[in-house]
């Protein structure tokens, strides 16, 4: 004789006793009795099952057994719209700079994992010296300098497991451009004596980003 079969499900909480709850990643057929599960993140824990049979006739059984869905380690991720923005960067030149980085820049989806963030040069050189990074506090700090134009950072979160996600930022260090400076001199030549204007410009103009004469 053919049944009918039908599931409950109950979730234990924190205190010990299970609460009715809708499953929707268990599914049980109706008619072969075939319990289909497929669990994610969000339904590690134990829980109460109760299925019950029926006859044509209106009669039923039930039995009860118990299942407990246990974590396995996800990698962290990344924010995807939180990623799309913290792409680049601009520091700029000889001036005090302090950031923090996103702190939903990475998320973990297993519950109760905790992150840590670490930070490098694409190219594996160390950090230069006038930049520090606080991974605790997510902080990236220093003074700028304009001995590079650009760096390629990589961020790097890993959870408590040793699973890791990377991020890629671009750091861009723009020149700041001086004007010449130009000092007041007395030129003195005696009468007869040629003098070339153009040594005498040279002589009292410099300009701090060039090694090279400019005019004024």
Do not use: K
Request: aromatic share 6%.
């Amino acid at each position: 004789e053919a049944l009918e079969h039908r599931i409950t499900v109950s979730r234990q909480q924190p205190d010990g006793s299970f609460q009715p709850e809708a499953a929707s990643w268990l599914s049980l057929d109706p008619v072969s009795a075939r319990l289909q599960l497929v669990p994610d993140n969000q339904a590690v824990g134990r829980y109460r099952l109760r299925v019950t049979a029926r006859d044509r006739d209106g009669l039923e059984a039930s039995a009860s057994l118990h299942l407990e869905v246990v974590n396995s380690n996800d990698p962290p991720q990344l924010d995807p719209a939180v990623a799309a923005i913290f792409t680049a960067i601009t520091l700029p030149e000889d001036l005090p700079f302090d950031l923090v980085v996103p702190p939903d820049l990475f998320v973990d989806p297993d519950q109760g994992d905790s992150l840590t963030l670490s930070l490098r040069t694409a190219s594996g050189d160390p950090l230069p010296a006038w930049m520090r990074f606080d991974p605790f506090d997510r902080r990236l700090f220093g003074v700028a300098s304009a001995e590079q134009s650009a760096l390629e950072l990589v961020i790097t979160a890993t959870d408590r497991h040793g699973a890791s996600t990377d991020h890629r930022l671009q750091v861009l260090l723009p020149r700041s451009v001086e004007p010449p400076g130009v000092q007041t001199r007395t030129l003195r030549i005696r009468e007869g004596q040629p003098l070339e204007l153009a040594d005498a410009l040279q002589a009292a103009c410099s300009d701090p980003d060039s090694p090279h004469a400019v005019f004024c």
